[in-house]
Nanobody, 124 residues
Framework: QVQLVESGGGLVQAGGSLRLSCAAS????????MGWFRQAPGKEREFVAA???????????YYADSVKGRFTISRDNAKNTVYLQMNSLEPEDTGVYYC??????????????WGQGTQVTVSS
């Protein structure tokens, strides 16, 4: 079992930045690929970014086209934490952001564990 707790959300003006954190507890964090999803009001949840589990060659990262060049996913296995650095935020980035463990894909059903989410609101 893995428990995930997101933090770092809030209200920011367009063009601003936020860094989300997802703290994991339970089973070995380094053995899990991690992802971030988001859900805007009235819309389905969508993939944002993912990072592979630890390997000798380092980590691989994956992004939705809508956030490429603006968002960066990273992880600190010593702290059991995955981050999402969000720059150049746009009102369209508004939503609840969820951390998930278990995959590097955009397919929600392939993730085993989910956090409760943190609200991000970008004002124009």
């Amino acid at each position: 079992q893995v428990q995930l707790v997101e933090s770092g959300g809030g209200l920011v003006q367009a063009g601003g930045s936020l860094r989300l954190s997802c703290a994991a507890s339970g089973r070995t964090f380094s053995g899990y690929a991690m992802g971030w999803f988001r859900q805007a009001p009235g819309k389905e949840r969508e993939f944002v970014a993912a990072i592979s589990r630890s390997s000798r060659s380092g980590f691989s990262t994956y992004y939705a086209d809508s956030v490429k060049g603006r968002f960066t996913i990273s992880r600190d296995n010593a702290k059991n934490t995955v981050y999402l650095q969000m720059n150049s935020l746009e009102p369209e980035d508004t939503g609840v952001y969820y951390c998930a463990a278990g995959s590097v894909t955009a397919v929600e059903t392939l993730y085993d564990y989910w956090g409760q989410g943190t609200q991000v609101t970008v004002s124009s």
